[in-house]
């Protein structure tokens, strides 16, 4: 299932199946004939407008006067230029504050595009910009950083959208400093951002991992018809347990080699080698799990939650491009 897709009554998803770098589910929510609210843009300029252009049918008589962005990664904002300017775009505080420490887009093509002439040189320089250019993909970044957005809560909030109710509920930090979800309970959806990979390597990025859990309890505690994940096709329960059954094992397995004196990458090598990463092994890019190793490793090591240092980030690219150049996955 991919593309446009109704998953409830006034309720869409863009879904892109495969949920690869940068290949991020929006949503859109209709009140017909008052309003709508669009969840999440996407960092492709070109895919941005393909969304914003397939919805138009659909909003020509509820416009667009309300958006939510789920957290602070660019491929989750960086389209928010595709907006109606009089649409309102509601986040969390901490998804907010990440946004305006994060690069902007200019920098990370910048960036990625130095990667991939440094991706040939020998050594973890060379790994950390090829895999950075590998994140990039071909995707078009804007020129400029997009609009931001202009409402912000802490915990919880609820957004009226004509005589619809949208929920809106931060669960993190886990994957981000502010990852937050919106669920519609008339339609029995829930939109999760990068809490739910599905199908795709989750990465922890900022931490605790013990939030993530709790998080994914709470998800399942609506017991919603569908969730729209962050990357990833569309879900239930099941595959909502089966990624809390990931996080567990790589918790746990990762702890040992921790207390064995490993590094994040020494450890890596030995989780995918084993029988029990055989389950997760078709997941979509498998190597992000030295990613989260890195953060794990580096909280086990005394630091706070929080986000990955430039230098923790390219070392944690590096290891990523020595999986997979050394083929064992």
């Not at 859109?28 to 049918?57: H, N």
Request: aromatic share 8%; hydrophobic share 40%; glycine share 10%.
């Amino acid at each position: 299932m991919s593309g446009l897709t109704q998953i409830g009554d006034g309720v869409w998803a863009f879904v892109r199946p495969s949920g690869g770098w940068g290949e991020a589910n929006t949503g859109l929510i209709v009140a017909p004939g008052t309003a709508s609210m669009v969840v999440d843009t996407v960092w492709d300029t070109a895919w941005a407008k393909r969304v914003a252009d397939v919805q138009q049918p659909l909003v020509a008589h509820a416009p667009i006067t309300e958006a939510v962005n789920t957290h602070s990664d660019g491929d989750h904002w960086w389209g928010n230029d595709t907006l109606p300017p009089t649409a309102r775009i509601t986040t969390s505080r901490a998804a907010l504050a990440g946004m305006h420490e994060d690069l902007p887009p200019a920098a990370l093509a910048a960036l990625a595009g130095a990667g991939g002439l440094l991706g040939k040189l020998p050594g973890p320089v060379g790994a950390a910009g090829a895999y950075m250019a590998r994140v990039r993909g071909g995707a078009r970044f804007p020129r400029r950083t997009p609009r931001l957005p202009d409402r912000t809560f802490d915990t919880r909030d609820i957004v009226e959208i004509g005589s619809r109710r949208v929920e809106l509920e931060q669960l993190g930090p886990c994957h981000t400093a502010g990852d937050l979800v919106a669920y519609v309970p008339d339609a029995g959806v829930v939109f999760a951002g990068d809490l739910l990979f599905i199908g795709s390597t989750p990465i922890l990025w900022h931490g605790p991992i013990e939030n993530w859990f709790s998080a994914l309890d709470r998800l399942l505690s609506w017991d919603a018809a569908t969730y729209v994940p962050g990357h990833g096709p569309l879900c239930g329960p099941v595959e909502i347990r089966a990624l809390r059954d990931y996080w567990a094992w790589v918790n746990d397995a990762a702890g040992e080699r921790y207390r064995a004196g490993l590094s994040p990458l020494q450890a890596a090598r030995e989780l995918v080698r084993s029988r029990e990463f055989e389950q997760w092994r078709g997941w979509e890019s498998p190597e992000r799990i030295v990613l989260s190793l890195s953060t794990l490793f580096d909280q086990w090591n005394g630091n706070p939650p929080g986000p990955p240092t430039i230098r923790r980030r390219a070392r944690a690219f590096a290891d990523a491009e020595t999986l997979l150049r050394e083929g064992i996955l």
